[in-house]
């Protein structure tokens, strides 16, 4: 009960009023003792003289003390900032004893207050030790006895990284109160720093992390605390402890710290994402703030994952207007909400659907936008596959919409967000974002509008994204499903997806499709295995891996240029532009439009036309198949018709 007690009433923090009260003491005792050790520990002094000085000190230190305000620190976070408030007291407190006691002799207002400069010196040296002391003392105090009353159990322990990060880590675990924590040892690769001690705790190579050394020393976890580490080194690093008994976690960067100092809280166990993530594109002599400025900005699909960053990213410019479009209400009530909270108040939520001519066209002529950003699409590839009807009147029709609205209200630039899907596609979803693709370059032959196309892979955490199915997955304790063992896939993040659009549309001139450098390719497997991994748990014993074959349209890789495409660089060598096959407009416009008018009446054979009109457009792991077998047939009889006829003739 006892305990109880103390342990309630220590977790709340001691009043400041209490400190100044016992700093005033420790202060005051210093005093009477520095006599004592001025005179050989003995009463060899006038004692009547000392008690008559003793309220003055004691006064004095009450203002030295509330001037500095050494007495607001917390006592069980006591660090070298207190210790340094600390003796700015002592120091005001020794300055205004010694001109009071000057004073005093001079004009003997004071009476006994004739304190020998001797006693001052010794005082100040006692007093800035007593307080030091003690507060060091309360805080090893609570550490020991008290904060372990109530801390969970011990887990050992090492910290990647002896830099100061790594530092301030410790300090983070340490001072925590509700989680036991003891650090065993630093990684690091400095040699200067290898075999030495920081903070009591030994420094050791890299080299010694092994299973063994885990075992050995008991280590729970390996905390990253590496600032602007490359996310291929932290990968290589990673990969190299995910088979070993251990939670990998990771210090966040400096930036998101709260108020500049890290929490415990904030250490995270290393997500999927922090191997895949890239550096952001860093683009030298950017135009898109000479873009936007005092532009009315439309986003279509502005509510969804590629369109609600675009949102955010162009929130931060000295735009005119921002016309937010979403046939979703409650995801656009969301953005909406946050950009409010977040002090943007500039926009223009608009509940909308592209598809929808009569309303668009009011939009465009109430804001007569400058610049029209498309995201709005369709893009689950196995629900497009057997919905073409949905998928062609958004990802066509709605494209078209929208073009030929910002050809008649004269928008400057029009920005299309495609995929990687559009290349060499294999499913609806891919051939009718090819197809918008194709429209978008008709519309650009007209010299109006300048049209310009964005392609990108995959992006991290966004709706549908294979991430955070996984992670569902593995809450529910598996088994994760994987398509084919094979399979793999770009990624890349949502804000760098973003920033590519925005860029596109300043760089671009008109009738660009801008591609992105995705780097490496993964193998979804791997993914998955590494996710099991980072989650402490083991492949196959505690969660495994089904192979469920490929979902209809699936491809086993992505491609981001087609057959007959090759690139030009621009001036950031990440960005490139794709060198496209010219096409035949007007035969190509004459066939989209048709397409739009027979999916109007649920022509059944549409998905034949957009084979037509995408001849690369060959169906995969789909029951779409059968109209390239069809067409193949076709293609066979009319040879054998044609090689019987030169036979006859001959």
């Excluded at 994204?465 to 996984?470: C, K, M």
């Excluded at 990440?574 to 060198?579: A, E, N, P, Q, V």
Aim: net charge neutral; glycine share 6%; with cysteine.
């Amino acid at each position: 009960m006892i305990q109880n007690y103390i342990n309630s009433t220590v977790s709340k923090y001691a009043s400041k009023w209490l400190v100044l009260f016992i700093d005033i003491l420790i202060v005051s005792f210093a005093f009477i003792l520095s006599y004592f050790i001025l005179f050989n520990l003995t009463m060899n002094f006038d004692v009547n003289k000392l008690f008559v000085q003793l309220p003055f000190i004691a006064l004095i230190s009450l203002i030295s003390f509330l001037i500095i305000g050494s007495y607001k620190g917390v006592v069980r976070h006591t660090g070298v900032r207190d210790v340094y408030n600390i003796f700015n007291a002592i120091c005001l407190l020794s300055i205004i004893t010694i001109i009071l006691v000057v004073a005093n002799r001079k004009y003997d207002f004071l009476g006994d207050f004739t304190v020998p400069l001797t006693i001052i010196i010794i005082h100040s040296l006692l007093s800035f030790i007593g307080l030091t002391a003690s507060r060091y003392l309360f805080k090893a105090m609570y550490v020991n006895f008290v904060a372990s009353g109530y801390k969970t159990a011990t887990k050992n322990v090492l910290i990647y990284g002896a830099g100061e990060s790594g530092i301030l880590t410790y300090n983070a675990l340490t001072n925590a109160t509700k989680s036991k924590v003891k650090v065993v040892g630093y990684i690091d690769k400095d040699d200067q720093k290898v075999g030495k001690l920081i903070n009591g705790v030994q420094v050791y190579n890299s080299d010694v992390l092994t299973e063994s050394f885990i075992l050995r020393k008991d280590i729970s976890e390996v905390i990253f605390s590496i600032q602007n580490i490359d996310h291929k080194k932290l990968r290589v690093l990673v990969e190299s402890l995910v088979d070993f008994p251990v939670l990998v976690k990771i210090v966040p960067p400096v930036e998101d710290w709260i108020n500049g100092e890290l929490k415990l809280s904030q250490i995270k166990q290393v997500q999927i994402e922090d191997l895949l993530d890239r550096a952001t594109i860093d683009i030298k002599n950017s135009k898109i703030e000479e873009e936007l400025k005092d532009k009315t900005v439309l986003v279509t699909g502005g509510a969804g994952s590629i369109g609600s960053e675009i949102v955010r990213q162009i929130c931060s410019y000295n735009y005119k207007s921002l016309i937010v479009i979403d046939q979703a209400e409650s995801a656009l009530y969301d953005l909406q909400q946050e950009l409010k909270q977040n002090g943007f108040h500039n926009f223009i939520p608009i509940v909308a659907d592209i598809r929808d001519k009569n309303r668009m066209n009011n939009i465009f002529q109430e804001y007569g936008p400058n610049l029209v950003f498309h995201a709005a699409a369709y893009k689950h590839v196995p629900l497009m596959e057997y919905n073409a009807y949905e998928a062609i009147k958004i990802n066509v029709a709605g494209t078209k919409v929208v073009c030929d609205l910002s050809v008649q209200y004269n928008v400057e630039k029009f920005v299309f967000v495609s995929t990687d899907k559009a290349v060499n596609p294999t499913n609806v979803m891919g051939a009718t974002k090819r197809i918008a693709e194709m429209y978008i370059s008709c519309m650009q032959q007209l010299n109006k509008t300048k049209f310009i196309t964005t392609r990108f892979g995959n992006v991290l955490g966004s709706n549908g994204s294979v991430i955070p199915l996984f992670k569902k997955q593995i809450d529910k304790g598996g088994p994760l499903t994987v398509t084919h063992k094979d399979v793999t896939r770009f990624f890349m993040t949502i804000p760098e997806a973003s920033q590519l659009v925005l860029e596109a549309g300043a760089m671009g001139t008109g009738g660009e499709i801008f591609i992105f450098d995705m780097g490496e390719s993964v193998k979804i497997f791997d993914l998955a295995k590494n996710m099991i991994k980072l989650s402490g748990l083991k492949y196959p014993e505690d969660i495994d891996i089904k192979v469920t074959g490929l979902r209809p349209g699936e491809k086993l890789y992505e491609e981001l240029l087609a057959n007959g495409e090759n690139t030009l660089p621009t001036y950031h060598k990440k960005i490139m532009i794709s060198k496209v096959r010219e096409l035949d407009y007007a035969n190509i416009r004459s066939n989209i439009n048709q397409l739009c008018v027979s999916n109007m009446f649920f022509d059944t054979d549409t998905v034949r036309l957009m084979k037509e009109i995408v001849p690369e457009y060959i169906s995969k792991n789909s029951e779409l198949c059968k109209i390239d077998d069809e067409v193949r047939k076709k293609e066979e009889n009319k040879d054998t018709d044609i090689l019987e006829d030169k036979i006859l003739q001959s």
